[in-house]
């Protein structure tokens, strides 16, 4: 999943926490449980946009865990 800025890093994705960037903070924190609930739902290999981890879990098709 590429999630553009919902959140920068898995840890925050972990923790439920918005990036500090959006425009509509209700419409954000909508979107952030909509990804948290698909995760949940889904194997789903997390692509972080602002750490190395979302590369590492690519290349090893890690699985995100919430």
Same mark, same amino acid.
Do not use: C, W
């Given at each position: @999943? %590429?999630?553009? !800025? %919902?959140?920068?890093? !898995?840890? *925050?994705?972990? $923790? /439920? $926490?918005?990036? =500090?960037v959006f425009e509509d903070k209700e419409l *954000?924190?909508?979107? #952030?449980? /909509? ?5 949940? &739902? /889904?194997?789903? =290999?997390? #692509? &972080? ?5 979302? #590369?590492t879990s690519l290349k090893n098709n890690t699985? @995100?865990? #919430?």
């Open positions: @999943m %590429i999630h553009g !800025d %919902i959140t920068y890093t !898995d840890e *925050a994705l972990r $923790q /439920n $926490q918005l990036s =500090v *954000a924190k909508e979107t #952030l449980e /909509n990804v948290r609930t698909f995760i949940k &739902s /889904n194997n789903t =290999v997390y #692509l &972080s946009t602002h750490t190395p981890e979302g #590369l699985i @995100m865990k #919430l």
